[in-house]
């Protein structure tokens, strides 16, 4: 079983930083795919980053990619997304979800995630 808790979310005004945290418990999350995901209202659950299990490459929707960057340190059992030039199309709850190491699956899609945190918010105002 893996718990997985975010942290970071909150208000920040467009153009701003913010760095979001997962942390990971139950498990090294070093042999999972972490993936983070993002859900505005009334809007599904969309795809924003992973780190890959086999390699740890990462990859990144187009709408961040340039903006946003995911990393882990394998020591804190914690991965993050730094968010960088937010977008107020960027407001939703975020969440990061962990996916056992598996080949074939698709990373981007929800379903593809064994576990996920609870979700933060982050507000970006125009």
């Known amino acids: 079983q893996v718990q997985l808790v975010e942290s970071g979310g909150g208000l920040v005004q467009a153009g701003g930083p913010l760095r979001l945290s997962c942390a990971a418990s139950g498990r090294t999350f070093s042999s999972y795919t972490m993936g983070w995901f993002r859900q505005a209202p009334g809007k599904e659950r969309e795809f924003v980053a992973f780190?890959?299990?086999?390699?740890?490459?990462?990859y990144y929707a187009d709408s961040v990619k340039g903006r946003f960057t995911s990393s882990g340190d394998n020591a804190k059992n914690t991965v993050y997304l730094q968010m960088d030039n937010l977008k107020p199309e960027d407001t939703a709850v975020y969440y990061c979800g962990a996916g056992r190491p598996r080949y074939g699956r698709n990373w981007y899609g929800v379903s593809a995630y064994d576990y996920w945190g609870q979700g933060t918010q982050v507000t970006v105002s125009s």
């Open positions: 780190i890959n299990w086999n390699g740890g490459t990462t």
